[in-house]
């Protein structure tokens, strides 16, 4: 089995176990964005899931029940997510985890925001040879980017647009500027008149 292998079978495995729970997740980062058409060279797996910090509980029990190793870093008042769950199978010969995969909570309790996340997993499509995962469509991964707002997330906006040339620019407008993500249109000029 190849390294990459492992790890998107790790991460259909913990989005099983969310499903168990009644927790729906989306696949994000990398790999969502390899689905559609922007291939870049990472190994990390994240999963994308809007719950309160409870179902974040159930879900690391659940996962170190069926004998994975998990950690859970909590949400403070400042951050923009609620949480991030860790989980991996195998450590390194220091013991940092090996091929971890990450379940990404776009709710905090304590910093209640309008975002895409909602949205995005409500719209979120199966895979048809792993059905567990689920990803989000084109028009909802570009929202959760440029939420995001970093400089590699704005760089991966400009990135998908350009592998996507017959996206529907009117309803990725639409749809950012329901969350006040109003460079969209700034980015889709830059990405549709520099082509590479």
């Not at 974040?56 to 997510?81: I, M």
């Not at 995969?101 to 997993?121: L, Y």
């Not at 199966?126 to 991964?141: F, I, K, N, T």
Request: proline share 5%; glycine share 6%; aromatic share 4%.
């Amino acid at each position: 089995m190849t390294d990459e292998t492992s790890v998107v079978d790790l991460g259909e495995r913990v989005a099983q176990l969310a499903r168990d729970l009644n927790i729906d997740t989306i696949v994000i980062g990398a790999y969502a964005m390899a689905i559609h058409n922007y291939v870049r060279g990472s190994l990390d797996f994240d999963l994308g899931t809007r719950v309160d910090l409870d179902e974040l509980f159930q879900l690391r029990r659940s996962v170190e029940e069926c004998g994975l190793s998990a950690k859970l870093n909590l949400p403070d008042d400042q951050d923009d997510l609620g949480g991030k769950l860790i989980i991996w199978e195998r450590v390194d010969e220091d013991g940092d985890p090996l091929e971890p995969v990450e379940v990404v909570n776009f709710s905090n309790p304590m910093r209640p925001r309008h975002n895409p996340a909602a949205q995005a997993i409500k719209n979120a499509i199966s895979l048809a040879e792993r059905p567990a995962l689920r990803y989000p469509r084109l028009v909802d991964l570009i929202a959760l980017k440029l939420d995001a707002g970093r400089p590699k997330d704005i760089a991966d906006v400009v990135e998908l647009l350009r592998q996507n040339p017959d996206a529907d620019d009117e309803e990725i407008r639409a749809t950012c500027r329901q969350y006040g993500l109003d460079k969209i249109d700034e980015l889709i000029e830059y990405a549709r008149s520099n082509k590479r």
